[in-house]
């Protein structure tokens, strides 16, 4: 067990302890309500899931576009509270999905079931084990010194904003800004694992079984539209109909407006004429 602690996202700590604890303070939410500590938990779901769709995903899983150094650390920082695991770890993992992606090499690959994909995946062991011996996928992360002392210093973090949370606004702005907001959020990712290579439609033949789903759209701040991702995984634009919600393009969109993102890609119209779906 502790071996699947080591090689998945996020340290052993973060799993057995931490996880728990913000699912279990989400015990307390409705005894905790107000408006202001709902609307810390909304803001700081919008900022720390950036970290994750923006930054751990598309930047630094797939490098969909560049931003000046200061910049990605900054998202990749507010990746971090999300409870999601180190960006080294995250990024690996998910390398490892598109790489080996509705097989059993994949990391929470749907063949061994729903609740597999959503969340058994991070405490199986003997899988974690065979990944541990494959050749690093990170090694362009793993070079830098931000990133590895974030993996080091992991815990800290988290820890950090629940003590700062507690000083401004008591026991309500942690289960709220914390508890319920970790929560919501890491399901929501997990569900995009899950629920996104089960139901819904496909629009690109992507050659796996990556789905779109408006569902989980806006909730999941655009990666919802997983079988758009999955055709053209090195897009910074998952939405890529106008009315295909995607709240992160739509960031990465006015970074890039603004000169801070550069070699933002994007697929050709004759690369989408090559994934399409062609019916009879």
């Not at 751990?56 to 560049?66: A, C, I, P, Q, T």
């Not at 150094?69 to 900054?74: G, N, P």
């Not at 907001?181 to 439609?201: A, D, E, G, Q």
Request: with cysteine.
């Amino acid at each position: 067990m502790a071996k699947s602690f080591e090689v998945g996202p996020g340290k052993q700590m973060t799993k057995v302890v931490l996880f728990p604890l913000v699912i279990w303070l989400c015990l307390f939410a409705p005894f905790c309500f107000s408006w202001d500590a709902f609307g810390v938990a909304f803001v700081l779901y919008i900022i720390t899931g950036l970290g994750i769709t923006l930054s751990y995903h598309r930047n630094l899983s797939h490098r969909s576009f560049k931003l000046p150094k200061w910049l990605e650390y900054f998202f990749a920082y507010c990746g971090v509270h999300a409870l999601q695991g180190d960006p080294i770890g995250w990024a690996s993992h998910h390398r490892y999905h598109h790489q080996y992606v509705d097989t059993k090499k994949d990391p929470h690959n749907p063949i061994e079931g729903f609740w597999y994909s959503l969340i058994g995946w991070l405490y199986d062991t003997k899988a974690a084990i065979e990944r541990s011996k494959r050749p690093t996928n990170v090694g362009d992360l793993e070079n830098q010194f931000f990133y590895n002392f974030i993996r080091n210093t992991y815990i800290i973090h988290p820890i950090i904003l629940a003590t700062l949370l507690y000083a401004i606004g008591g026991f309500p702005y942690v289960v709220w800004g914390m508890g319920v907001r970790i929560t919501f959020f890491s399901y929501v990712t997990y569900s995009v694992n899950s629920v996104c290579h089960l139901w819904r439609n496909q629009a690109w033949n992507s050659g796996d079984q990556s789905r779109n789903n408006w569902l989980l759209a806006l909730p999941s701040l655009g990666d919802g539209w997983h079988n758009n991702h999955h055709a053209f995984e090195y897009s910074a634009r998952h939405g890529l109909e106008w009315w295909q919600l995607d709240i992160t393009w739509y960031f990465v969109r006015a970074l890039k407006a603004l000169s801070l993102a550069t070699d933002v890609k994007l697929p050709t119209d004759a690369q989408k004429k090559k994934m399409a779906l062609t019916t009879t």
